[in-house]
């Protein structure tokens, strides 16, 4: 699923970075769209922890 949502995120991005000619609602639509995979795709990334802040959050316990 997070292949999917993805693959379709980075085909909006392309249509909208292209320099052709599309009717304005067609842009519209596509904005939205790009908008809403984007928070897709946070949120399925979401479930995975940052080890990043795990080790801040470890350093910080060692120090008290």
Known sequence: MK???????????VVLLAPIKLPAKAMSVLKYIAVGLGI????????KDNPEAD?????????E
Do not use: L, N, P, Y
């Not at 292949?3 to 991005?13: D, L, Y």
């Not at 080790?55 to 120090?63: F, H, I, P, W, Y």
């Open 3 to 13: 292949k999917f949502v993805r693959k379709i995120s980075q085909a909006v991005q």
């Open 40 to 47: 897709i795709e946070q949120v399925m990334d979401d479930g």
């Open 55 to 63: 080790r801040k959050e470890g350093s910080d316990a060692d120090d």
